[in-house]
């Protein structure tokens, strides 16, 4: 392994800035220093391989150019181009590896699900770089470093280069973007009664407990992806954020939920479930987040979709290992108060951290309980595929470590468009004005910005 020391910056934007605009460059960021308790961010960029997946198919790219075809499983894919696994001493959660996103839609390749809605995003399903050298930053010890296990000859050859790239001014560059349009939801209030009505008839009817149900908003878009990025960090900060440059478009994502981690065998989960608006005077802003957490709609609502992980986890965990040391806590973000339970377990010696993202793909907080027959409900009453929406951005390490979030949160470029969703679980006892009310508060961030761009070109 390699590992040669950078500069620091607390601001980690400043280090991808160098990288923003290269083939498939990702930025993995904790929030820090908007965030105090984030630590780790990762830049990458120019992956060895490439492994994009739309339908039944998955491209593998090398960097030599050379392209294969093929239809087996794509989490399978992945796992056999990182390789074999190798030892990380250097206590660094992701020295090289895959990075990318899992979007909802591959679902389809792990349950039958209907075809009804209409899908207009061309983005793949999956979207896997293989990365040999990684920036990583740790904002707790104030450092940063170019890290590598060296898997691919050119990565010592051009080691040079990269770390006086990183020594560089970060260069600079007039970055615009333009929100040429009102932003419009693919749902009336009226449409949404009606799904919100028919969800409540299957669960009186017993076809399920809850449903995740979604709107889509969209806007008219040109300019620099990388400055939407960094307005959004100003606008929403998350703990789980990300940025992914692609040639087809790029995905903004200001998450503020983990959805799998895999460190060693040790395995945590972290559902959000129980959300209110945020006050800008503090004392109501306190009382909310009181309400939320007494709350029992929202706690039963929590407690639906930890059981459903429980579940979900002990596929590919040690029988007997699966705990919940938190149960609704309370977590606050920049417009939002959230209840967020964690789930732990210890990986079965017999799997590997794709076996368990398989395994709990798409993430069961974003579906509903039972998992298959929310999913069928949601094909049947959304009027759009989710794409990347409420699938997966992750990093899976040559090492086996894992960390991935719920793209919730999350604006996906692509052709002259912004699209963004927001939703919320709907059980027996929610309130349609209240539930269609969440939609907006959870995409507060984005519509913020969103009409800030607007009003540049007014």
Known sequence: MKLSELPYHRDSSLLFERVADQHWSMFIDSGYPRIDTGRYDIIVANPEITLETTGENTIITFVSGKELKSQDDPFRLVKQYLGKHESNLSGLPFCGGAIGYFAYDLGRRVENLPELCQQDIDLPDMAIGIYDWVVIVDHHQRRSCLASFCRFQNTSEKWSDLIELFHQQAPVKERQYQINSSIQSNMSKEQYTDAFTKIKNYILEG????????????????????????????????????????????????????????????????????????????????????????????????????????????????????????????????????????????????????????????????????????????????????????????????????DSNICIRTIIQCDKNLYFYAGGGLTWYSDVNKEYQECFDKAAGIIKLCQAGRKEVS
């Open 207 to 402: 076809d399920c407990y809850q449903v995740n149900l979604a709107q889509r908003f969209q806007t008219d878009f040109n300019g620099d992806c990388w400055q939407v990025y960094r307005d959004l960090r100003e606008f929403n900060p998350a703990p789980y954020a990300s940025y992914i440059n692609m040639p087809q478009g790029a995905v903004i994502s200001s998450s503020p939920e983990r959805f799998l981690k895999v460190t060693g065998n040790q395995v945590e989960t972290k559902p959000i479930k129980g959300t209110v608006h945020r006050s800008k005077f503090a004392y109501e802003d306190k009382a909310l987040a009181g309400l939320l957490l007494e709350s029992e709609k929202d706690r039963a609502e929590n407690i639906m979709i930890v059981d459903l992980l429980r579940n979900d986890i002990s596929k590919t965990c040690q029988p007997g290992s699966v705990k919940v040391p938190k149960l609704f806590a309370l977590e606050t973000y920049a417009t939002v108060h959230h209840l967020v339970s964690t789930i732990t377990g210890k990986l079965s010696e017999h799997y590997h951290a794709l076996d368990l993202l398989r395994g709990c793909f798409p993430g069961g907080s974003i579906t509903g309980a039972p998992k298959l027959r929310s999913m069928e409900i949601i094909e049947e009453l959304e009027p759009h595929r989710r794409s990347i929406y409420c699938g997966s951005i992750a990093y899976i390490g040559f090492d086996g470590n894992m």
